[in-house]
T-cell receptor
Framework: GAVVSQHPSWVICKSGTSVKIECRSL??????MFWYRQFPKQSLMLMAT?????????EQGVEKDKFLINHASLTLSTLTVTSAHPEDSSFYIC????????????FGDGTRLSIL | QKEVEQDPGPLSVPEGAIVSLNCTYS??????FMWYRQYSRKGPELLMY????GNKEDGRFTAQVDKSSKYISLFIRDSQPSDSATYLC????????????FGKGTHLIIQP
């Protein structure tokens, strides 16, 4: 149980392109999903918290107009990197918590984004 | 000072050895603690989570939390080559509603 699916796993695109990443909880409902970014040899850094049916909460220093988050259902959150530039190249990982009680976060397999 | 400190390693031990991994933290608001295993180019896989000081055991893994010292540990018994991976400690507060703060990860190598 507690499977989180992330798609796509790898994206290469030109500078200026917008890229959408999907995060799905496959066997549980997640009122809260989280988006992290991981640079090489660095720890995961929280970007934003996504709550179903409401606006996302962004961490300090993360541009909400650049990283658009939509959490339209209890099993799907999307992250859109708008007008991506080479410095946005990174490993983006989502996580989800099962609702009810103190549940840990389960992670997807990440999306490797390379902007040329 | 970073909120969570974790030695990045690499830590290399022979197969069958007991492995000890640890993290220290500075934020007293952290109330729950996790250990994740991450293979290259994959997302973190949950190994252990706990909300209280003390020990929690699951198979070959034991998680230890000392809130008074702000120190957590993960012990792996009878280590196997397949345990070779990066181990991340993570912690959070707010009853689980908050995002996690991660350590940098320790790269573990189990030598056959």
């Amino acid at each position: 149980g507690a499977v989180v699916s992330q798609h796509p796993s790898w994206v290469i695109c030109k500078s200026g392109t917008s890229v959408k990443i999907e995060c799905r909880s496959l066997d549980f409902q997640a009122t809260t999903m989280f988006w992290y970014r991981q640079f090489p040899k660095q720890s995961l850094m929280l970007m934003a918290t996504s709550n179903e049916g409401s606006k996302a909460t962004y961490e300090q220093g993360v541009e909400k107009d650049k990283f658009l988050i939509n959490h339209a259902s209890l099993t799907l959150s999307t992250l859109t990197v708008t007008s991506a530039h080479p410095e946005d190249s990174s490993f983006y990982i989502c996580s989800a918590r099962d609702r009810g009680g103190d549940q840990p976060q389960h992670f997807g397999d990440g999306t490797r984004l390379s902007i040329l | 000072q970073k909120e969570v400190e974790q030695d990045p390693g690499p830590l290399s031990v022979p197969e069958g050895a007991i492995v000890s991994l640890n993290c220290t933290y500075s934020n007293s608001a952290f109330q729950y603690f996790m250990w994740y295993r991450q293979y290259s180019r994959k997302g973190p896989e949950l190994l252990m989570y706990t909300y209280s000081s003390g020990n929690k055991e699951d198979g070959r893994f034991t998680a230890q939390v000392d809130k008074s010292s702000k120190y957590i540990s993960l012990f792996i018994r009878d280590s196997q080559p397949s345990d070779s991976a990066t181990y991340l400690c993570a912690m959070g507060g707010g009853g689980g509603a908050d995002g996690l703060t991660f350590g940098k990860g320790t790269h573990l190598i189990i030598q056959p």
